[in-house]
């Protein structure tokens, strides 16, 4: 199995994220999406496996979490930090991405600022969920700029308390290379 990887988040029309260490919205139509989208495997036999950061793990409130259905991971420098069983701490985005094993399906990076940062830097990401949460929120933590490498599909729209938002993917584009010509080909665009 070779797991691919992911990214799922929300932001606003600014790229916030969140507020002192909560969601700043409460969008009960986009938490049943992300519910969804990192539950789904082809085959029942499989779960993915999500990846988070301390402060987020620390953000799901302790009667939801473990998130169920999925591997949980969480990021930390702290040796000594404490998960209920069955969820894995790992010390670094390497160690979170070594955590799979032969039933993990894809790869969901769920967060925060910090670890979408690094992800940005250090992984290969196949594609990218993100919604468009079409207001602004004050924010204290900000999603990375989308590199070029990624198109936009529009996936569904959803509207909760007042707030409108629009569900997207950005698959990562095929680099398509001019093909090389050949000592014949260039031959015979020199004779034309
Ligand atoms: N809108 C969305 O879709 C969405 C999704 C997720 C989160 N959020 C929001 O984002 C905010 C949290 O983001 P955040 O950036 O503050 O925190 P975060 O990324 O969730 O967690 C940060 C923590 O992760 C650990 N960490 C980060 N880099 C590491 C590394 N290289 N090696 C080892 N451990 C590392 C550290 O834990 P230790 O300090 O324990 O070492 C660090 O303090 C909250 O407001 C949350 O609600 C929003």
Redesign the pocket.
Known sequence: MNPKIYLI???DIKGG???G???AWDLPGDMKFFQKTTIHTENIQFRNMVI?????WE?IPEAHRPLKGRKNVV????KD?KVPKGVVLA???EEAMKSTDERVADIFI??????YE?VFKKSRIDGIYLTKVKKEFKCD?FFPKIPRAFAPERLGEGEDNGVRYEFFYYKKKKITRPARSTKATKRSKRRR
């Open positions: 988040v929300a932001a994220i969140g507020l260490n909560k969601l988070m950061g301390r402060k987020t953000t990021i930390t420098k702290n930090y010390h670094s985005l769920i967060g925060g600022a910090s670890i690094l933590r």
